[in-house]
């Protein structure tokens, strides 16, 4: 991770929903080559387990916002409740609408939710790379096209369709 963002920070969060999916999986493998702390919350804990106040609480350890940066891998808020029964689609509008905000009080969120999708509209790592660096100064991001630009393509190519 770039010095300049680790010099910042204290904390990197993961919230996944499933540990298999690409990127929560690099960063669960690699969490070594973080400079700063990595924890990995599952949505159930997130729900069961964390205490929201100023600073989150998860197992005693405090994440604090100002110093933490979220990587939001949330691709679904399907959950069971406790007696089986599926949330309802109104409790995951709530949730979702709950966790927009709650996530913007942190340093930089990656993916902040939106009513249609827990990981919004940003869920790409093309898109993250849109977004870090202007929140981020001097951070390093792969060579990108932003879309729409029709100029050809040159080098080494990489296409990401966002849609899978």
Not at 80 to 101: C, K, N, V, Y
Request: contains cysteine.
């Amino acid at each position: 991770m770039n010095q300049v963002l680790a010099e910042r920070l204290e904390r990197i969060l993961l919230l996944y929903s499933d540990p298999t999916e690409p990127v929560s999986s690099v960063i669960l493998m690699h969490r070594a080559a973080f400079e700063c702390e990595v924890t990995a919350i599952s949505l159930p804990q997130l729900l069961q387990v964390v205490t929201v106040g100023p600073q989150w609480d998860w197992n005693g350890i405090r994440i604090d916002p100002a110093r933490t940066a979220v990587v939001n891998r949330l691709t679904s808020l399907e959950l069971r409740m406790t007696d089986g029964a599926p949330q309802s689609p109104f409790e995951r509008t709530q949730l979702s609408i709950w966790l927009h905000d709650e996530l913007r009080r942190f340093k930089y969120a990656s993916s902040l939710p939106s009513i249609n999708a827990p990981i919004g509209g940003f869920g790409s790592l093309f898109d993250q790379w849109l977004d870090l660096p202007t929140h981020v100064a001097e951070l390093r991001v792969p060579m990108h096209q932003s879309p729409g630009n029709t100029a050809p393509l040159e080098g080494d190519v990489y296409i990401v369709n966002p849609w899978p």
